[in-house]
């Protein structure tokens, strides 16, 4: 059995399928070479991606020997499941294994609107000592409205609550004896307008479908407050930018925390860095030391035992 890894994997990964007997090869930049991805599927059993490699049904019709999608992460908008599904082939994700790391990403966004310590460092060594500048303001009753209530809201939440901040939601296939409701507290409201209207702080947990593209553009940044930030480590395109763009010129928000994109990597010409209160990373906040090994295992050791049992007929022979 021979797996191929097209994006970046920890090394944990590659000897938990090793140890299994499998092959695997390893180029973490062959996501960017779509033609000798194609041509060279032919030949494995396996793919793991992350979100940059596009596994669609051209490549899952390359792929004539493909049991298996590994998918380092938990967004599937960059496969085709479905086109998987109808070949037989089945898809693995990284379930929750960096939810804890994208909920202190969301923390430290946060914190770092309301304590700017790394602000006030770099002023320090300017020679200056402004301490009226520099004087913050508490966590403490502000309100954090979380649309999507899944496993990452739900951290988010335990997390933002033990700094004790009101936190809301906005979730319409969750129900008052979901957990994050029942056991965690998050007051659901009705509507996602309602949401945006009354948070301080308002924080993207949704897949990206047909359906929550641009869930937030120019009438809900109509309805937020305007010292709210908003905060994205889903999927860019939950956000239409331009509208973005319109409320930031306008007003009508503080600022954003961007871990994603429409399109990354971002292009220079990307009107969104023109603006200092929008805060841009590189689509990391699950990558951490911690979820990333987690990750990697989690995947490789699905994947594995898929294959397992071809890879005991293939000794018995």
């Not at 499998?22 to 396996?46: G, Q, T």
């Not at 009354?198 to 479908?209: C, M, Y």
Request: proline letters at 2%; glycine letters at 6%; aromatic letters at 6%.
């Amino acid at each position: 059995m021979k797996v191929l890894i097209t994006e970046l994997i920890w090394e944990e990964g590659i000897r938990e399928l090793e140890s299994l007997g499998i092959d695997v090869d390893y180029d973490e930049n062959l996501w960017r070479n779509r033609a000798e991805c194609l041509s060279c599927l032919k030949d494995y059993h396996a793919i793991i991606v992350r979100n940059q490699t596009k596994v669609d049904q051209e490549l899952i019709n390359a792929g004539t020997k493909l049991k298996a999608v590994g998918r380092l992460g938990v967004g599937l908008d960059n496969i085709d499941v479905k086109a998987a599904q109808e070949k037989g082939i089945k898809v693995v994700y990284a379930r929750n294994a960096n939810a804890t790391s994208v909920a202190e990403y969301v923390m430290a966004a946060i914190l770092s609107v309301k304590r700017p310590i790394h602000l006030a460092n770099q002023d320090i060594r300017k020679g200056n000592w402004d301490r009226k500048k520099y004087t913050g303001e508490e966590l403490y009753r502000k309100t954090l409205g979380l649309i999507g209530l899944g496993e990452i809201s739900h951290r988010v939440a335990k997390r933002a609550k033990a700094f004790g901040m009101n936190v809301v939601g906005y979730d319409p296939f969750m129900a008052e004896y979901d957990h994050i409701v029942s056991e965690t507290g998050v007051h659901q409201l009705d509507s996602l307008q309602e949401c945006l209207s009354i948070s301080d702080f308002v924080s993207l947990h949704v897949p990206l479908t047909s359906d929550t593209k641009h869930l937030i553009s120019y009438n809900e940044f109509e309805v937020m407050k305007p010292h709210a930030y908003l905060i994205n480590t889903s999927r860019g395109g939950i956000i239409d930018e331009t509208a973005l763009s319109s409320a930031l010129e306008n007003q009508q928000m503080a600022g954003a925390f961007l871990d994603v994109l429409e399109s990354e990597p971002i292009s220079p010409t990307n009107n969104l860095l023109s603006y200092e209160n929008v805060i841009l990373t590189p689509h990391v906040a699950g990558l951490t030391r911690e979820s990333q090994i987690r990750t990697s295992i989690l995947v490789a050791h699905e994947l594995g035992k898929l294959l397992y049992e071809d890879v005991q007929k293939v000794r018995e022979k």
